[in-house]
């Protein structure tokens, strides 16, 4: 058994490179990382600046213990 690198949960490893329990978590690393260099190179004025924390707080939002999980 092995331990999720994103959710946490315990999975059971098909193969030795596996990280993720799921596509959902491997995707959240895929697209987190691409949304860091993407932002790393935009070039913001302070008003549009403040749109795109806003959207990163939302998302933060979401985030919580037991998220679509029963």
């Known amino acids: 058994m092995k331990t999720c690198q994103v959710c ?4 059971e ?3 030795n490179k596996s990280t993720y329990c799921s596509e959902q978590c491997r995707n959240y690393v895929k697209y987190k990382n691409a949304l860091e260099r993407i932002l790393i190179n935009i070039k913001l004025c302070n008003k549009n600046a403040s749109v795109i924390k806003g959207d990163i707080f ?5 985030v919580r213990i037991g998220t679509n999980k029963e």
Not at 58 to 62: E, G, Q, S
Request: aromatic share 8%; hydrophobic share 40%; proline share 0%.
């Open 58 to 62: 939302r998302l933060a939002n979401i």
């Open 13 to 15: 490893s098909i193969s």
């Open 8 to 11: 946490g949960c315990m999975y």
